[in-house]
């Protein structure tokens, strides 16, 4: 198990449940961010273009700094019924993630804390170090994690609901401390 000793108001992680558009609620928050001069940095995953995941809906992540597109999909081929993640997509976001939590930024964003940072995997080591190193991290997370979530950060951190008024409220409070 990671020893993380973040500031807890620095680490928030955004609780939703399925169906919740918490993909596109992490890029509206980040566009508005970089919109007003906020120094962001980091990985969201982009809304799907379609339902579910594969040919016809491949998941992509977005660099927010730089609005570069990775696809974190392999294509399997016409007869494909299901994603298969990309190694080397995940690779390159990871090393993104990585290298902007070792500038200084006003907020890093982590796409998920999902089954794969669960099981060790994903970003892991990569929020693990950004809250080591006092960076300000949103994340996002299913309510059937959250006890990973909280097991992985010690129980520290803020737990937010998935609303975008709830974000501004939660990073005018970092921002005045």
Not at 90 to 115: M, N, P, Q
Not at 164 to 174: E, K, M, N, P, T
């Amino acid at each position: 198990m990671d020893t993380l000793h973040p500031n807890p108001g620095r680490l928030a992680a955004i609780v939703y449940d399925d169906g919740v558009a918490v993909d596109a609620l992490l890029t509206t928050f980040a566009r508005e961010l970089r919109d007003a001069g906020v120094v962001i940095a980091g990985i969201v995953q982009m809304p799907p273009d379609g339902p579910g995941c594969g040919p016809g809906a491949p998941m992509r992540l977005q660099d927010v700094a730089t609005g570069d597109v990775i696809p974190i999909c392999q294509d399997l081929g016409s007869g494909a019924k299901s994603c298969r993640l990309d190694p080397a997509g995940l690779a390159d976001a990871a090393y993104r993630i990585r290298a902007a939590a070792e500038r200084e930024t006003d907020l890093l964003f982590v796409s998920k804390f999902g089954k794969q940072e669960v099981n060790g995997q994903g970003f892991r080591a990569e929020l693990a170090y950004a809250a080591t190193e006092g960076r300000t991290v949103v994340t996002a997370v299913k309510r059937g994690l959250v006890h990973n979530w909280l097991d992985f950060t010690g129980g520290v951190g803020t737990l937010l609901d998935h609303r975008l008024w709830v974000l501004r409220d939660w990073w005018h409070d970092v921002q005045a401390h």
